[in-house]
């Protein structure tokens, strides 16, 4: 695991604490419920993660810190397979990895999947694929991955993000990129701040969820929200636009100061990843995968405060809400 900074003020980096070795494997006879089964016996499996891993989760739920990112390291990730060709490939890999994220997951809040993301499994396989390199897609490889807060055009957006290596890049150049609106918004000029604080920029539906319809803009909203001095954050730097020209200089700003100020970190196995996604976007640098098995693998799981917001979109634990492609949409909205 390696952490950079980019140019002139330093973006502060995640806090880290390391597991050590008191992290005991679950017991294996879990597996047989599947993954929504697990999710229970995870909740109980909170009272087994090592205390300085406890507190620094649950230090983080309250609050994000000035990086908006946590990262655990030395996650037992079990014994590994080939790395799939594809996420909803099955694979030879026992349970282990899937149940510490998910008891990480529940100390956090509640683990969901979305039913366009890989059918609304709760931890997904996130590996490159052939077919999707050069797409701004988490399976893409050879571009960057622009910087995103996770379904930002979705009404039951994850409150958090985990990512837990399971296979490092062996470039060790896969940077997991990261900007935080508490470093980024006192870049900003006050108008600046200002106009991006107003319900006038839109984010287009991602087409996955559109299930094969053309896809559309959704309601205006604000980029930051909340508390003024202390503001949240809403970004797509790929499917957000203003919906005026001030508005859209704004978001150009705020996509400027995100570009040049903002952290990564090269993922090793063991490390696992939590991101605040009303405080961090992130992103992903281009890496070159061979194809050959080993390649980069991560896991992924998403997590919302509560069920209730969405109990009426919702099928057990995978959010089902549907998206029309009533409004058809340009390329791009706001003059530029």
């Known amino acids: 695991m390696s952490l950079t900074t980019t140019l002139h003020r330093p973006h502060a980096l995640p806090a880290v604490v390391e597991v050590g070795d008191s992290w005991q494997p679950p017991n294996r006879a879990v597996e047989a419920g599947g993954l929504h089964a697990m999710v229970a016996v995870a909740g109980r499996a909170g009272r087994a993660v090592p205390a300085d891993v406890y507190d620094a989760v649950v230090g983080f739920a309250d609050d994000a810190g000035r990086s908006g990112a946590l990262l655990v ?38 683990p969901v999947g ?8 709760l931890v997904q396989n996130i590996v490159p694929v052939r077919a999707s390199e050069q797409r701004q897609v988490s399976t893409s490889s050879k571009v960057e991955l622009m910087f995103h807060t996770e379904a930002a055009f979705h009404p039951h957006r994850p409150h958090y993000l985990l990512l837990l290596c399971l296979r490092g890049d062996r470039d060790g150049v896969a940077r997991t990129t990261l900007a935080s609106v508490r470093e980024v918004a006192p870049l900003l000029d006050p108008v600046t701040r200002d106009v991006l604080a107003q319900p006038r920029f839109r984010t287009a539906i991602d087409e996955s969820y559109l299930a094969g319809g053309r ?18 954050v809403l970004f797509d730097a ?67 405060s509560d069920l209730s917001s969405s109990a009426g979109q919702r099928c057990g634990r995978i959010v089902t809400t549907h998206f029309s492609a009533r409004e058809t949409c340009p390329e791009k909205l706001a003059p530029r």
């Open 73 to 110: 390291r030395g996650v037992p990730v079990g014994e590994l397979g080939r790395t799939p060709d594809h996420p909803t490939q099955a694979t030879s890999k026992d349970s282990v990895s899937e149940m510490n994220l998910l008891t990480v997951a529940r100390l956090l809040g509640q």
């Open 215 to 232: 896809s559309c803009l959704g309601e205006p909203a604000p980029v930051l929200y909340g508390d003024p001095s202390h503001p949240h």
């Open 114 to 121: 979305y039913l366009p993301e890989h059918g609304g499994d």
């Open 238 to 304: 790929d499917l957000m636009v203003g919906t005026d020209l001030q508005a859209q200089r704004a978001l150009d700003q705020l996509s400027t100061v995100v570009a040049a100020h903002h952290t990564g970190v090269v993922l090793e196995s063991g490390d696992m990843l939590i991101i605040d996604n009303t405080v961090a976007v992130h992103g992903r640098s281009p890496f070159t995968p061979r194809f050959d098995g080993f390649d980069r693998w991560l896991q992924r799981t998403f997590v919302v």
